[in-house]
């Protein structure tokens, strides 16, 4: 329970950090596109649905909705509603995408964005496609399949097959022609498709043609446009000569049978593999008459069967019970491997002595060679982004799409919204403890604990510094240290010091007056003689201390 309690203060906490329950994440820099979905009127002013239909005739006809997330219902986000169907819907940007000037700039490329699969997702996309500038001027209605994209991103499961795609669409300087440029495998994101939460996915493609993936802020794949695509970016300087073919008196058989062996003449080809194994006894309890199947003997004829109309009634026929360890019917002795079993006989084999390699075509220059050193700047500009994709599983939602020339800018956006829905989702779902849950979130973002802080010690200090309270005295005993100014306490330490010197003489004085009292005592004089002497003493005693 004091877990539970625990759990939730620290949602209150970062809920609190905001003046409403939920607050759309505010833009801190440049963005070509951001959408946060901040209200249902998205479908149809911001993003447009395709009327068009794929290459081989199927229509796009998988239903779209903005709709609230489980772990804020005021927080909206894109829901491809329906399986089994094709989905396409698309939005143009704000600004297009001008890699050159990015490059000039040198600046990155980001895209990022939420996906959450509210089923466990079973086959089917998510990504994005990066519209590139085409002649005519882009429109959703005819957004499908063949729509080119400068780049398409994010996760795609089939079965047990999945992958985050990061395809470039690349054109050849020379030729014109467009080529998909695919980067290698991602790794260790699997856990996305089936925990029911929302994850965040980003690529960030740096003006060096470096690129990273990061999957909730943690990279699982990272590359070079130069480096780390297939095919290539840049061709092979040289090719195969399409006009060369091999040799007919080439030999390409490294092995060949000795021509010079022949069959020793006890190899017998007809040796059987097995033979009957004759040092094999029938065992003692094999039955050889008995059926391996029987009639059931537990088996009742019907109460209501007619032999007339039924026919004769017979029970159904199961296993013997006798033969349970197959030890029924005729018994059959067991083979066992022939030792003089050899096969066919086939000669050894040698070194070739005609052997002349392994033949490849000769090399000559590719007429269609080029060297594109800075790739990144090469890539196509992007105008739009859409979503097309088929699915097995329904309700899969889009929240928070961003592209931008800063992954500062993506690292806010998500610090203002996916970093604290994440949080809450992580805490509601079952399993773990809360506060084993909030510590596993905490080891894996430690900025919470910033957050955290944050939200216990400034209303702390906010509460000392309105309560209206008088100030704290200030330290006079710093402030005599730096003036030598007299303070009460060196005052006290002074009268400290003299009365402990007075004391050093009151021995002294004691001894006297106790020697005048003895004298009175002696001499045995009158009581009031004796009172006056009583009152002297302290008297005296007082004096001499006030001295």
Not at 18 to 27: A, C
Not at 144 to 158: A, E, Q, V
Not at 504 to 516: F, N, Q, R, S, W
Request: with cysteine.
């Amino acid at each position: 329970m004091l877990k539970k309690v625990i759990s939730t203060l620290l949602i209150i906490v970062v809920i609190s950090q905001e003046e409403e329950p939920f607050k759309l994440p505010s833009l801190n820099g440049n963005a070509f596109f951001a959408d946060p979905f901040a209200n249902h009127d998205g479908i149809g002013s911001i993003w447009g649905l395709s009327s068009s239909a794929k290459g081989d005739g199927s229509k796009f006809d998988g239903r779209w909705a903005i709709e609230g997330n489980s772990a804020n219902l005021k927080d909206l986000g894109l829901v491809a509603k329906d399986k089994a169907r094709h989905h396409a819907i698309s939005a143009k940007l704000n600004k297009k995408v001008e890699f050159t000037d990015l490059n000039d700039a040198q600046k990155q490329f980001v895209v990022q964005y939420e996906v959450k699969y509210q089923d466990t997702m079973e086959c089917g996309g998510s990504y994005l496609k990066l519209v590139a500038e085409a002649d005519e001027e882009f429109s959703s209605d005819t957004f499908n399949d063949k729509t080119l994209y400068s780049i398409m991103f994010g996760p795609d499961k089939c079965g047990l097959e999945s992958r985050i795609h990061f395809i470039v669409n690349y054109k050849n300087p020379i030729t014109g022609s467009v080529e998909e440029k695919h980067a290698k495998a991602s790794s260790d994101f699997k856990e996305i498709f089936s925990d029911q939460k929302s994850h965040l996915i980003t690529l960030v493609v740096d003006s060096d043609s470096s690129f990273e993936i990061f999957v909730d802020q943690k990279s699982v794949n990272k590359g070079s446009l130069l480096t780390d695509m297939s095919p290539a970016i840049n061709p092979p300087s040289e090719i195969d000569d399409p006009s060369d073919s091999k040799p007919a008196d080439w030999d390409d058989k490294e092995k060949i049978p000795d021509p010079m062996a022949t069959k020793p003449e006890d190899w017998d080809e007809d040796a059987p593999k097995f033979i009957d194994d004759e040092d094999a006894v029938k065992p003692e309890d094999w039955l050889d008459d008995e059926p391996e199947h029987v009639a059931d003997p537990e088996a009742v004829k019907p109460e209501d069967w007619d032999d007339e109309e039924d026919g004769e009634w017979e029970a159904p026929i199961v296993e013997n019970p006798k033969c349970e360890s197959g030890n029924c019917g005729t018994w059959v002795r067991p083979q066992k491997p022939n030792p003089d079993y050899k096969g066919k006989w086939a000669p050894p084999l040698i070194d070739n002595p005609n052997y002349s390699g392994v033949w490849s075509p000769r090399q000559i220059p590719n007429p269609e060679f080029f060297e594109d050193k800075t790739p990144f700047a090469s890539l196509m500009p992007i105008t739009a982004v859409g979503i097309e994709m088929w699915t097995m599983t329904k309700d899969i939602m889009f929240d928070n799409i961003i592209l931008t020339d800063s992954k500062a800018v993506a690292d806010d956006w998500a610090g203002e919204s996916w970093n604290k829905k994440t949080l809450i989702e992580k805490l509601n779902s079952p399993g773990d403890s809360y506060l084993d849950q909030f510590l596993s979130y905490a080891g894996e973002n430690p900025w919470i604990w910033v957050l955290l802080a944050a939200a216990i010690i400034l209303p702390v200090v906010f509460y000392i510094f309105c309560s209206g309270g008088s100030p704290a005295p200030a330290d006079d005993g710093a402030e005599a240290k730096k003036t030598d100014k007299v303070t009460p306490d060196d005052e006290e330490d002074e009268k400290a010091e003299g009365e402990k010197e007075e004391d050093e003489d009151m021995p002294e004085l004691e001894e006297t007056e106790k020697e005048g009292e003895e004298e009175v005592q002696e001499e045995e004089a009158a009581e009031e003689e004796k009172e006056e002497e009583k009152e002297e003493a302290p008297v005296k005693r007082r004096t001499r201390k006030a001295d």
